[in-house]
């Protein structure tokens, strides 16, 4: 049991994406509220993008830059850019994804006067 | 020019959606003509790739001369092409069929409504083409976006439903990317057949196995398979009759194809949990769906929610026929996702003239129909014997060849499942026919309602299709062995 929890300590990171994760999780279960719902749907799309940029991180290496045109290239010295343009593209992603859901959001507000899901729920029977 | 085609047919209809909103400001009538030359070009284009591919074999296509692993790179191999067809052709008879429904059943947003078709089709054929895990989470994730807005484009009843399927879509999406990344930190690369050369050495790591399961889980919602179903039926009954033919016939199954593009192009058939073949537990959940939905069909009133729960039992016979691991039931997989593209197209055609045209919205009014109109009768007929696999139709075909490949694999569960599903969609649409073909005429009937062209024209089409694709079962079969079987099978 010991081994277990010392096994999820060494690596925080991935103990923050699960909390992050389920978090997020349950107040989209949870909450009746539909702007609520999307805050957590933002921080389960938020906790991928974490894990995506924890697990680039190197200790003591740079940005993907070349430290002199000459020297010979380290791969070692260098942080791999990748996942970080990949986070860059899930977050315009997520971007574009709330932008949809918050018109979404609008438009059922006018239609039906509330956000709350289950007066929602009334008012369409 | 033919090295080039597979850009050509994602850039033409995305440059069009992209300008159709300024183009258009002014003349709203426009849109409709911009949009049905795109789709009618990329069918000549799609036409023109297929057979330049079944020539000269699959096209490595790298983006900006990047060459891959580095950079981007899209495969048009048989499977792409044959699915390419399907689209566009599907995509332009949906706009055929929306000409005369549509300035009503949307509210007057015809512009939103086609640079909203042309984006959706253009980020399917993305999916269909990508060659790199993160290139097919963005398409994705730019097809749901269209679709969320489609659904919802309308108003009304149809918003609530748009709600709950970006909420669910949006996991589906964050669970597919977490797996990515748990693939990527495996591996290092993104590229699928740079990672099909690096996984062989690394099937027993838990993060592969992870990775896979939350994969899984993300095309699952996407695709509407059983247990993660629950945003389907309320989007796809609430939907503008204009907009749900091509959310029925094309994304769920586009997503599917995502799905084995990753099990068999990037994973290969061996991939196990504890001497359990990952295949296995695939089929396993698909003979569920099969059931499940044609259970759920059963018990429906609403005539489009009927159609919805029997797309959903389609995909789990589909997945029964690609995870047999075999040949013969993985060809039988993909002919039957041809197939139901185009009868799920043709039932959402008469669900929307049915209501548009008749009023006609659950199935106590469907004899209605029958008196009035003897061509609609029959393409519901046919589309019928299609979904229930009668013999002169590609769905009977796709059924044989699946049962095939099951008994091949010797696996009798996938074979009861399709029978059983089977038995069940014959009984919900005895229960349709007992309304059609028993119906005491009453005096709302005497009304005549002249169906304009181009309905005709789109369920004539899709008809037809469904008898000439059984027709013709042998050639085509023939050619998907020859071209679209993934290496190792």
Request: glycine share 8%; proline share 5%; hydrophobic share 55%.
């Amino acid at each position: 049991m010991v081994e277990v929890f010392a096994a999820i300590f060494e690596r925080p990171n991935f103990l923050t994406f699960v909390v992050i994760f389920l978090w997020g999780f349950y107040i989209m279960v949870t909450r009746y509220n539909l702007v609520k719902k999307l805050v957590g749907m933002y921080l389960v799309q938020t906790s991928v993008i974490f894990f995506l940029v924890s697990i680039s991180a190197k200790k003591g290496a740079t940005v993907p830059i070349l430290l002199s045109p000459t020297a010979s290239v380290q791969a070692i010295d260098y942080v791999n850019p990748l996942p970080h343009v990949m986070t860059l593209t899930a977050i315009v992603v997520g971007v574009a994804t709330l932008g949809v859901a918050l018109a979404l959001c609008s438009a059922i507000y006018r239609t039906y006067g509330s956000l709350d899901e289950e007066e929602i729920l009334k008012k369409l029977e | 020019m033919s090295r080039h085609l597979p850009a050509l047919l994602f850039l033409v209809p995305l440059f069009a959606a992209i300008s159709m909103p300024i183009v258009c400001l002014r003349h709203r009538a426009w849109s409709r003509s911009i949009a049905l030359s795109v789709l009618c070009s990329m069918v000549v284009f799609s036409i023109m790739n297929l057979v330049n591919i079944f020539q000269h074999g699959e096209i490595h296509y790298a983006f900006s001369g990047w060459p891959p692993p580095l950079g981007i790179e899209w495969v048009a191999d048989g499977l792409a092409s044959v699915v390419l067809v399907a689209l566009s052709l599907l995509g332009l008879v949906t706009l055929i069929f929306a000409g005369p429904t549509s300035p009503k059943d949307l509210g007057g947003r015809i512009v939103h409504y086609y640079t909203l078709i042309l984006l959706l089709i253009s980020a399917l054929t993305g999916i269909v083409f990508a060659g790199d895990l993160f290139n097919l989470f963005v398409f994705l994730e730019v097809a749901a976006l269209a679709s969320y807005a489609l659904v919802g484009v309308a108003g009304g009843k149809a918003l609530m439903a748009a709600f709950r399927y970006l909420i669910l879509g949006t996991l589906g999406a964050s669970l597919y990317l977490l797996g990515v990344s748990y693939f990527y930190a495996e591996t290092g690369t993104l590229n699928m057949a740079d990672m099909a050369e690096q996984l062989p050495h690394l099937l027993t790591s838990k993060a592969v196995l992870g990775g896979l399961l939350f994969m899984f889980i993300g095309l699952g919602i996407k695709m509407a398979l059983v247990p993660f179903h629950a945003w389907l039926p309320d989007a796809y009954t609430h939907a503008p009759d204009s907009v749900t033919p091509i959310l029925a016939a094309l994304v769920t199954k586009v997503a599917l194809l995502g799905w084995v593009r990753i099990m068999f192009w990037v994973l290969g058939i061996k991939v196990a949990v504890d001497d359990t073949p990952v295949l296995l537990l695939v089929g396993l959940l698909g003979s569920l769906a099969a059931v499940i939905g044609a259970v759920l069909a059963l018990t429906q009133q609403d005539l489009k929610r009927m159609f919805a729960y029997g797309g959903i039992s389609h995909i789990g016979i589909i997945l029964i026929g690609v995870s047999q691991g075999n040949q013969t039931g993985f060809v039988g997989g993909v002919f039957y996702l041809l197939n139901d593209a185009v009868m799920q197209a043709s039932l959402f055609f008469i669900a929307g003239v049915a209501i548009s045209l008749y009023g006609v919205y659950t199935i106590e009014d469907v004899g209605r129909i029958a008196k009035q109109s003897p061509l609609l009768t029959s393409a519901l007929v046919i589309a019928a014997m299609g979904m229930i696999g009668l013999p002169p139709t590609g769905g009977f075909f796709g059924k044989w060849y699946i049962i095939l490949g099951a008994l091949e694999a010797n696996n009798y569960v996938a074979v009861g499942a399709v029978l059983l599903s089977t038995m069940l969609t014959l009984a919900y649409f005895v229960r349709i026919f007992e309304r059609v073909f028993r119906h005491a005429p009453t005096l709302s009937d005497a009304r005549p309602i002249e169906i304009p062209i181009q309905i005709k024209l789109s369920v004539g089409f899709t008809s037809m299709a469904i008898i000439v694709l059984g027709l013709l079962s042998d050639p085509i079969v023939g050619l998907l062995i020859d071209h679209t079987l993934p290496p190792g099978l």
